[in-house]
């Protein structure tokens, strides 16, 4: 999908179907299915590996707990699917385009700025990983609770250490608020298609599932 | 002991370096300008880098340690006593070898990033390792504690050292010479000879060598010594 707007919409409306029902996050399964290049451009499918797996175990707890850790797995799995897709399609700039084209050079520009800070963060915090990664292999720590902490907490300084440095950047090349950008958008072959069934799906969603068949006793 | 390159080829993006030789015991220095691939040769001979081609094998070595240029990458604890536990090091002696002026309760992430430098370089010279490779292990340091580091590598006499560096002032002993250059690494051999192949030579020892006073080694005191030619 080429258009960021209809990406970031469709990608918004099908988290909301997936959130909403079983039957939503089904739809949505299947929408990822046709119009996503659905595994085969994730760089580190560990990351994807162990959220699902992260979310396998709540959903287990939630089922022990006489919940429907089921639903709860297949609503937040295919969540995490459409996060993995958005995250891996989307390219420098796009959000502070789509942002100023939706809310103008003012209030969209630093909305997107925002926006384009925490995706730098996030594509870091991967390095981070694989650097601290390196670091436990060279000293022969295992991974385990005890390391778990600092891991964690050393990721959460690094990024803080860099949104500090980023603000300082901002204010000594004088940046107050606002800005100028003049966003140029390309629509794919499959963009208009792939955003309509997204609205097809979160209606699907929203309206109860017996409404879409004639149920006759 | 040694570590050997097989046409090896590492690439990233654009960029590629082709690597071959072999690696024996002793000091090596791996010359090349930034962004010539030093680290990504340093990380592929570690193993963490996967080369498109070719092979590293690593013969007899039993322990192997990668010092990467940025202190801060092998920080995995949040105090220095605690960062010196997982090095299986005692912390009161690392503090006073980087002569540092803070307790074990501070965290290693306070520290300035040369005295960072110098805490890590600490650590990693307190213990013995077959194969140790450097890469930019004099950044963030000034010239007094690049003078003692160069003193500490030349005081190893066992095992694979490797320094991958763009320094063009201060070095160790060293006992083999390499170049990276127009993407390959170039065996430039032992030295003295080794000196006068070396094209990113430094600008001093080049001029020594164009008065006929090629210095028998790197070390301040070679520098000197062929400078004023003073024999005893």
Redo the contacts between chains.
């Keep these: 999908m080429q258009d960021p707007r209809i990406r970031l919409a469709s990608a918004a409306l099908i988290s909301v179907a997936a959130f909403i029902s079983i039957w939503g996050a089904l739809a949505v399964f299947l929408w990822w299915l046709l119009f996503t290049p659905r595994m085969r451009r994730v760089k580190n499918i560990r990351v994807i590996t162990g959220m699902l797996l992260l979310i396998g175990v709540i959903a287990v707890l939630i089922w022990i707990s006489g919940g429907d850790g089921l639903s709860y797995f297949l609503r937040f799995g295919v969540i995490v699917l459409v996060g993995t897709w958005l995250y891996t399609e989307q390219k420098p700039g796009e959000f502070l385009a789509v942002s100023v084209w939706a809310g103008k050079n003012r209030w969209g520009f630093e909305l997107g700025m925002i926006g384009e800070c925490a995706m730098q963060i996030a594509e870091l915090l991967l390095c981070d990983y694989a650097?601290?990664r390196?670091?436990?292999?060279?000293?022969g720590?295992n991974w385990g609770v005890r390391?778990l902490v600092?891991?964690c907490?050393?990721l959460i300084?690094?990024a803080l250490m860099r949104a500090d440095e980023i603000a300082e950047l901002l204010a000594v090349r004088g940046y107050r608020n606002g800005g100028v950008c003049c966003p140029v958008f390309c629509i794919g072959p499959l963009d208009r298609v792939s955003g309509i069934c997204a609205i097809c799906v979160f209606f699907f969603s929203i309206v109860p599932v017996s409404e879409f068949f004639i149920l006759s006793m | 002991m040694k570590i050997v390159l097989d046409h090896l080829q590492v690439q990233q993006g654009g960029w590629s370096l082709l690597a071959n030789g072999t690696f024996e015991e002793g000091i090596h220095l791996v010359s090349g300008a930034v962004g010539s691939g030093k680290s990504t040769l340093a990380l592929a001979m570690?193993g963490?880098f996967t080369p498109s081609q070719g092979t590293v094998t690593r013969e007899g070595i039993k322990t192997?340690?990668?010092s990467?240029q940025f202190p801060?990458?092998?920080?995995?604890?949040?105090s220095i006593a605690?960062e010196c536990a997982?090095?299986e090091l005692d912390y009161t002696e690392i503090i006073q070898s980087a002569r540092l002026k803070v307790d074990g309760n501070a965290s290693p992430?306070s520290l300035s990033r040369g005295e960072l430098k110098r805490f890590h370089l600490s650590c990693i010279l307190a213990r013995e390792y077959d194969l140790l490779l450097v890469d930019e292990p004099f950044s963030s340091l000034d010239c007094i504690e690049k003078e003692r580091l160069c003193r500490e590598l030349s005081a190893r006499d066992s095992g694979i050292t490797i320094i991958f560096t763009h320094e063009q002032s201060i070095f160790p002993h060293v006992d083999h010479l390499w170049e990276i250059d127009a993407g390959e690494l170039c065996a430039l051999g032992r030295f003295p000879e080794a000196l006068t192949q070396w094209q990113r030579a430094p600008a001093l020892v080049k001029k020594l060598i164009d008065l006929g006073r090629c210095p028998a080694n790197l070390t301040p005191e070679a520098i000197r010594e062929a400078a004023c030619r003073i024999h005893e």
């Design positions: 650097r601290i390196i670091a436990m292999k060279l000293k720590e390391t600092p891991f907490l050393i300084h690094d | 570690a963490f192997l340690m990668l990467t801060e990458f092998h920080i995995t604890r949040l605690e997982s090095w992430l």
